[in-house]
């Protein structure tokens, strides 16, 4: 844990963004993101396919909300969960597809110290390299993002938060190796994405037959637990379990 990457890597184009949602999410595993002195390598992701997608935020429509989500792709989208956490998403696909990826986790690999600062504010015991940018809400903290970098466009020039690509490019053959360099002429790149069901989603949204779009680097200390989602009371089943306060 805690070598310092930089955000050194190519800029990811937004080309690269605007494909279909489950091509780009796994794709990103592997990609620098940095903001005000922190990067963190992402390793672990959540698909969301906007209004064909009962978990997506965007399920019904847009609203004042989830208006970025519907392009174009490479921009942000950064909600308030449960009034506490800031959890990011990068816009995917076409233009009116409402498609996201939700950044779940990641290592630091940059800017530990401010990350850790960021990350300490409240709490009495320390927080261990691995739990830096661990779960949504902690890598939205650790980045120091919160609801002014909503709708804030990732490829656009001077952005204050870049996206980029170690080794390059995000390339149809997946994320580079672990440890962000280039991998040798005529060699495959030494990485494992896994997938399951994603994490805290309600209804059918949350089914693992149906939507297994978590993606994760097998072996990341920094990836976080699947939890499924709490049961909902009653009275609140009226929705059928379409709304997600996870993505």
Do not use: K
């Not at 780009?24 to 002195?37: K, S």
């Not at 950044?103 to 927080?127: D, F, K, T, Y």
């Not at 661990?134 to 204050?160: E, H, I, K, M, V």
């Not at 990341?220 to 306060?245: L, Q």
Request: with cysteine; net charge positive.
């Amino acid at each position: 844990m805690g070598t310092d990457h930089g955000a050194g890597g190519s800029p990811v184009p937004r080309t690269e963004l605007s494909g279909p949602v489950l091509e780009v999410a796994p794709r990103l595993l592997g990609c620098l993101l940095t903001h005000d002195g922190v990067t963190v390598r992402l390793t672990e992701v959540e698909a969301y396919a906007g209004t064909s997608d009962p978990g997506s935020h965007a399920y019904r429509g847009p609203t004042a909300r989830t208006g970025v989500m519907f392009g174009p792709a490479g921009h942000l989208y950064v909600y308030l969960s449960h009034g506490l956490h800031c959890c990011a998403n990068i816009v995917t696909g076409a233009s009116g597809t409402a498609s996201a990826v939700l950044l779940r986790a990641g290592e630091v690999v940059a800017g530990i110290p401010l990350a850790r600062r960021r990350r300490q504010q409240g709490r009495s015991s320390p927080v261990p390299d691995r739990d830096l940018a661990r779960g949504p809400g902690n890598l939205g903290r650790a980045l120091g993002l919160d609801r002014r970098q909503d709708g804030l466009d990732l490829c656009g020039p001077g952005s204050a938060v870049s996206l980029t690509a170690p080794w390059g490019r995000v390339g149809p053959e997946g994320p580079g190796p672990a440890d962000g360099a280039p991998p040798a002429a005529g060699t495959a790149r030494p990485v494992t994405v896994r997938t399951g069901p994603r994490v805290g989603v309600s209804g059918e949204g949350g089914s693992a037959e149906l939507f297994p779009w978590r993606f994760w680097l097998a072996g990341e200390a920094t990836v976080s637990a699947y939890r499924a989602a709490a049961p909902r009371r009653a009275e609140s089943r009226s929705t059928s379990g379409r709304r997600s306060g996870r993505q």
